[in-house]
């Protein structure tokens, strides 16, 4: 063998390793993964605790596709990307959930053969976004979501269409657009003639191209059109164009394909093309929405030089020293002012450190820059619109300027296009707003309103009655009938995506929560989610910022002081009383490296002092004083950042011990956990044994023991689902793996309970646990929590109660008293009843405002823990010990909860009033008797507690 080859052997073997990444979780773990969770569910000792979604609602979450049934539009089927699926029947008046009883709540596209009544899901989002999570293959229901069957494709991870044959249901055409940040072979189109269950791959590119949209002619189901789509995404990059992204031509019905995006055809080729949306209005008219990825060509007018206009950031890059001393100061200090340098950034200082070597020209431009400038400043084509005439053989451009405005720069979040059945020339474009065009795409108008979010992913267009659209968004659901000109809103369904959330102290406590793309909202926690606030005319939550919501710290001395922001690091101070708010963010000095910040940077008021403030860019910076004025109190905290267009090796989880002012934790996107013990004198990195580059989802110093801290990882980033949370009892010297018997998925939270040590709460893309043995074995939460991304959890100290912020269904409350309270001791006995709190007695119960109204009916729902399952009876008994009603219930072996009406049997109250002469019991308007006012027993076995009607 040559020197030569050998090299190249080794040089190539190298790159594998260097380039190498983690490895994504196969379909069988994730499989495994779920059979398991059914089975911890079943048999989970907090299976009944309740959870009440608490919304909020009004703004929503993404939707990804409406299904309407065309002979009743006023009946129709929605996806949201993490949110499920829910159905309505009233024209979106109301909805009702319909995939809480499957394995996910990821969707990606929806179809229903209405004729039949059965709904297929295609799951796993096809945005491809930061938070655009991972499905388990092909869903289909013939009861309405009662039940789901699996019908395969488990390795799909994102699902772009699904099209049903209108005249054989059991023929169905799949486009698979594959794993997000990993390659893989099952992607594609897939074709059933089997109703699923079998399928034919009947095109593949390449294992990193998937199909991201597939329409067929209305009239003719063997003629069809699909889109391939080359995306590559990364922690610190996303590549959302290539050579093999196209359009491909069926005329057999999906059995065969042919590439029909040639070089020759009118339509682009090449490293560029980016991500297509396809409508067809006939055979031979089809509209292609393309992302262009290719750079527009110079403007004439960018090139004229700097003496001839202002100044912009790009003049520095390649200025000499020479030609900036030479700039006049009138016109720098312009550029300065305009562009938001600091005030001690003026013309002749700016000189002086240039002159003095401290700074360079192009030091003014990374000033302006961080590290998502490469995202912004790509001067792409961005959106086009092609048509062609003749069945796809050529292609010709719409219009001959740029659209502008409607991609910016991710267009690969969009690409939706219809086309409307009865007008050809009328089509509908999606993106930043919703674009109309009544000339086939010459020309374009806006069709997005005051109370239309932004962010458009789904449009159905009515086929029988022109101008009735329904529209989804980012913020949910709207509806026109007036072709855009208006809308309603139809966001009841509590799918709200939160990145974080975080309570107060007030009475009642509040909810803060950091929402996709919809803000930061803040309401009471026991507000009424329902519609009595249109009577009202105020919702009973607050919007207090736009953008992405991001995390909130409350100022525990006063309420009003609230620290929260968007993305990439934009925070403020809000003063809620006075509507007063200061922009906070950090800014690098001139000269040094930007900083960079995570999307969902990490802030944290200390425990110690609630003036002082830390923010994590890639550095761990720290206030004094409320965000006014910063100091870096490390060095760069991450393995540097990688070349890319996404901000990478930031910090993620901050956390500061409240037994030691100094005492801090930090946790990067790349892996890095470090300790200081000093106020951030020195730093320690901690994370040497951990598996490489996973995303630090959290770090928390323990509130019960100095020396311990928590933290998990999360591969979601690599597609690998694997658990991974650990604990050290020695500042992180040493670790011990407490993931335990969780089902595979991506760790997003983890908490300690402050009242019992030996318990933590732990969330993931899939659900949420506790573990009441500090993480050697742990059960699943479940009622009313539906198999849905846990992003943050946070427990309310005095309420006793356990949130979870979820990414796709809002916010969701239980109570966790009874929890705390578990021990050895308790898991001995028999059955132990939660004490009950006192009840006030109302001349209300069993009564009603009128006959045209429902009685209104007392509930106290009893607590207690069986160490075994089997039938129990529940007895209320007289001070004396008289039985006055009983209940028998099957109770699991756990915690089990019981509804009680505080109701008499007759037997009963005869027996009271005949123990105390001077009760007087008399029948509600209901019939029922109900305990007066007096202390009684509640009896499981030989366990009692008190019950007291005041």
């Known amino acids: 063998m040559s020197n030569t080859k050998f090299l190249s052997i080794v040089f190539f073997v190298s790159s594998l390793f260097v380039s190498a990444q983690q490895p994504s979780t196969s379909a069988e773990t994730v499989k495994q993964a779920l059979e398991q969770k059914q089975k911890m569910t079943q048999s989970s000792l907090v299976k009944n605790v309740p959870f009440e979604n608490i919304g909020p609602t009004i703004m929503s979450g993404r939707v990804v596709d409406v299904d309407v049934n065309p002979e009743r539009p006023s009946e129709f089927y929605v996806g949201y990307a993490s949110g499920g699926v829910w159905h309505t029947t009233n024209n979106g008046t109301t909805f009702t959930p319909i995939l809480d009883n499957a394995a996910t709540q990821n969707v990606g596209d929806i179809a229903v053969d209405w004729k039949n009544r059965t709904i297929w899901v295609g799951t796993g989002e096809n945005n491809s976004s930061r938070s655009s999570y991972a499905g388990i293959g092909i869903l289909k229901s013939s009861d309405n979501g009662k039940t789901w069957e699996h019908l395969g494709l488990d390795d799909s991870h994102h699902i772009g269409r699904i099209l049903l044959n209108p005249n054989n249901p059991d023929e169905v055409i799949i486009g698979v657009t594959g794993h997000l940040y990993s390659p893989n072979e099952e992607r594609g189109i897939y074709k059933t003639t089997d109703g699923g269950q079998t399928w034919n791959k009947t095109l593949f590119v390449d294992n990193m191209s998937g199909i991201i949209d597939v ?80 750079h527009r060509e110079d403007d004439d007018a960018s090139t004229s030089s700097a003496t001839e206009r202002g100044l912009t950031k790009d003049d520095f890059k390649t200025m000499s020293t020479e030609d900036f001393l030479a700039l006049e100061d009138k016109k720098l200090n312009a550029f300065l002012k305009t562009n938001g340098f600091q005030e001690k950034y003026r013309a002749e200082n700016v000189k002086q450190m240039v002159r003095s070597g401290n700074v360079k020209p192009i030091d003014l431009a990374k000033y302006l820059e961080d590290a998502n400038a490469m995202l912004f400043d790509t001067p792409v084509i961005g959106a086009e619109v092609y048509k062609s005439t003749d069945g796809g053989k050529s292609w010709k451009k719409t219009h001959e300027d740029y659209i502008d405005g409607l991609y910016y720069s991710y267009g690969y979040y969009f690409g939706e296009i219809r086309v409307d059945p009865q007008d050809k020339d009328g089509i509908y474009i999606m993106g930043v707003p919703i674009l109309k065009s009544k000339d086939a795409g010459k020309s374009f108008t806006s069709i997005g309103r005051e109370n239309v979010h932004a962010d458009h992913q789904a449009l159905w267009v009515n086929p029988k009655m022109q101008g009735h659209l329904i529209n989804g968004n980012d913020g949910g659901l709207n509806m026109s009938y007036d072709d855009g000109e208006s809308w309603i809103k139809l966001n009841s369904p509590s799918v709200g995506q939160f990145y974080a959330i975080n309570v107060d102290n007030e009475q009642p406590y509040n909810v803060y929560g950091g929402l996709q793309d919809n803000g930061v909202w803040v309401g009471a926690h026991n507000a009424r989610e329902d519609k009595s606030w249109h009577q009202r005319g105020q919702y009973p939550w607050e919007g207090i910022m736009g953008g992405d919501g991001m995390q909130i710290q409350i100022d525990n001395r006063n309420s009003d002081i609230v620290y929260t922001g968007y993305q990439f690091g934009n925070y403020f101070r809000i003063n809620r009383e006075t509507g007063e708010r200061k922009y906070i963010q950090p800014k690098h000095t001139l000269g040094e490296n930007p900083y960079r910040f995570n999307w969902q940077t990490p802030i944290l008021l200390s425990p110690h002092n609630q003036d002082i403030l830390y923010l994590g860019g890639n550095k761990l910076m720290r206030s004094m004083n409320q965000g006014n004025d910063w100091e870096a109190i490390s060095d760069d905290l991450t393995n540097g950042g990688k070349k890319g267009n996404v901000a990478y090796g930031t ?23 470090s300790v200081t013990k000093n106020a951030g004198g020195s730093w320690t990195k901690i994370s040497n044994s951990f598996p490489k580059d996973l995303w630090v989802s959290r770090v928390v110093a323990s509130q019960h023991k100095k020396e311990r801290v928590y933290v998990t990882l999360n591969g979601y980033r690599w597609d690998d689902f694997k658990v991974y ?82 990414h796709g269904r809002s916010i969701y409350k239980a109570d966790i008293s009874g929890l705390q309270q578990l021990d050895s001791d308790m898991q001995s006995k028999v059955i132990t009843i939660f004490e009950l709190s006192p009840v006030r007695s109302s001349r209300r119960w069993g009564s009603s405002f009128s006959q045209w109204s429902d009685a209104y009916e007392p509930e106290k729902t009893i607590q207690f823990y069986s160490n075994a399952s089997g039938k129990k009876t529940i007895q209320i008994l007289s001070e004396k010990g008289t039985e006055l009603n009983s209940m028998t219930v099957d109770a699991d072996k756990g915690f089990n909860y019981v509804d009680y009406n505080l109701e008499l049997t007759e037997k009963g109250k005869k027996a009271l009033m005949k123990e105390n002469t001077s009760v007087d019991i008399s029948k509600a308007g209901n019939g029922k008797y109900y305990l007066p006012k007096g202390l009684y027993t509640l009896q499981i076995d030989n366990a009692k507690t008190k019950l007291e009607i005041k």
């Open 725 to 806: 949370a650990y604990m050290s009892d020695d500042y992180g010297q040493t670790w011990k793996d407490i993931s335990g018997n969780i089902p595979a998925s991506p760790v997003n939270v983890i908490k300690e309970d402050p009242k019992n040590e030996n318990m933590l709460y732990l969330g993931t893309d899939n659900g949420a646990y506790v573990s009441f043995n500090m993480g050697q074995s742990w059960e699943v939460f479940s009622k009313g929590l539906p198999n849905v991304a846990v992003h943050d959890m946070v427990v309310q100290p005095e309420a006793k109660d356990l949130l979870l912020g979820t």
């Open 651 to 673: 910090l993620t989880t901050i956390s500061e011990s409240p037994f030691q002012f100094g005492l801090i934790y930090a946790g990067s996107d790349d892996g890095v956990v």
């Open 215 to 294: 329409q067929h002619a209305p009239d003719n189901f063997d003629v069809m059109f699909a889109a391939s789509w080359t995306r590559d995404r990364k922690a610190w990059n996303f590549t959302g164009s290539g050579n093999n992204s196209a359009i491909y031509k069926s005329t057999d019905g999906g059995d065969t394909w042919e590439k029909i995006s040639t070089e020759n055809s009118g339509f682009p080729t090449g490293e560029g093309v980016g991500r297509i949306g396809l409508a067809v209005y006939d055979e031979n008219t089809i509209y292609a929405l393309h992302d262009s990825q290719f």
